[in-house]
Each structure stands twice: as C-alpha cells, then as structure tokens.
C-alpha cells in the first residue's frame, strides 16, 4: 500500500484540503495524474481517523477492502483528547501501518505543529491556516508530485 498523508491539529483544513486534492466529499477512489504523466488510482479518506473514532485496525481492514493500491488520508498529531488509548497519535498510527507493509510516498504537515514522524518525504506548510486554500493544495499537490 502506497500512502499519501496529512497531519494537522483541528481547524488546519486538512479535510478541505483533502477535498480539495481529490474532489472527494467523504470516501471515494479517485484516479490522479503524476507529475510523470502516469495515473494511479486512490482511495481518499477525508476524516481524520481519530475525530472519526476509526483506529488502526479498523482502517487497515478498510483500505484492503477496497483493494486500491494507494491511499490518502489524514491524522492529527496528538491522540484524541476525549478516547486517548483507541485513537492515539499520528506516530503511533504509522507504526502500525508501516508494520503492515504501507510506503508512505510522501507526507504534508500543516499548521504549526512541530511534528515531525519517522518516516521520510515530509514537508511543513505552517502557514496553510492563513493561506487560501487553493494556495495551499497547489503547494502539497506539488510536494506529493501530483500533476
């Protein structure tokens, strides 16, 4: 599984973002064009996984039931305040999908969170709260080297 993901404390836009990149509303495969001129097909999770209550194992199962090679999806840094220990942090998230194989392709951090998770090809884009959001999708669209 190749993965394509966001990372963002609330109210960064990741959602929009999300939308924004893939012209999907909720859950949906998309086919995208690579700066290579070739075309992949996605499939685009546009909840963060723990303000959605979906825990690791839970969207491992989901993403292989849609038997698509790639995803893209997006967490929050910090585990959910409310239900810590099922919806934990973004690295803890990636352990785990890196246990079960996953590549991440590229990785885009918005906002000003210091995150930085283990894993490489990850851009900063701090000011995407103050950016229009068009702005700020051309930015990651060109990070992720999508045409």
Same mark, same amino acid.
């Given at each position: 599984?190749?993965?394509?993901l966001?990372?963002g404390?609330?109210?960064? *836009?990741k959602?929009?973002?999300?939308?924004?990149?893939?012209?999907?509303?909720?859950r949906?495969?998309?086919?995208?064009?690579?700066?290579?001129?070739?075309?992949?097909?996605?499939?685009? *999770?546009v909840s963060?996984?723990?303000?959605?209550?979906?825990? =690791?194992?839970?969207?491992?199962?989901?993403? =292989?039931?849609?038997?698509c090679?790639n995803v893209?999806?997006?967490?929050?840094?910090?585990?959910?305040?409310?239900?810590?220990?099922?919806?934990?942090?973004?690295?803890?998230?990636?352990? =785990?999908?890196?246990?079960?194989?996953?590549?991440?392709?590229?990785?885009?951090?918005v906002?000003? $969170?210091?995150?930085?998770?283990?894993?490489? $090809?990850v851009a900063?884009?701090? *000011?995407?709260?103050?950016q229009?959001?068009?702005i700020?999708?051309?930015?990651? *669209?060109? $990070?992720?080297?999508?045409?």
């Open positions: 599984m190749n993965a394509y966001i990372i404390e609330p109210g960064t *836009r959602s929009s973002l999300l939308r924004s990149l893939t012209g999907c509303f909720n949906s495969d998309r086919d995208i064009q690579l700066l290579d001129g070739t075309t992949i097909r996605i499939y685009a *999770r963060t996984l723990q303000e959605s209550k979906t825990n =690791a194992r839970d969207f491992l199962a989901e993403v =292989a039931r849609r038997n090679p893209i999806f997006s967490l929050l840094p910090d585990p959910n305040p409310l239900f810590p220990i099922p919806y934990p942090d973004a690295q803890t998230y990636i352990d =785990a999908f890196l246990e079960a194989g996953w590549h991440f392709v590229r990785t885009a951090v906002g000003v $969170h210091s995150i930085s998770p283990a894993i490489p $090809h900063h884009f701090p *000011r995407a709260v103050s229009p959001i068009n700020v999708a051309k930015n990651i *669209r060109a $990070h992720f080297e999508w045409h």
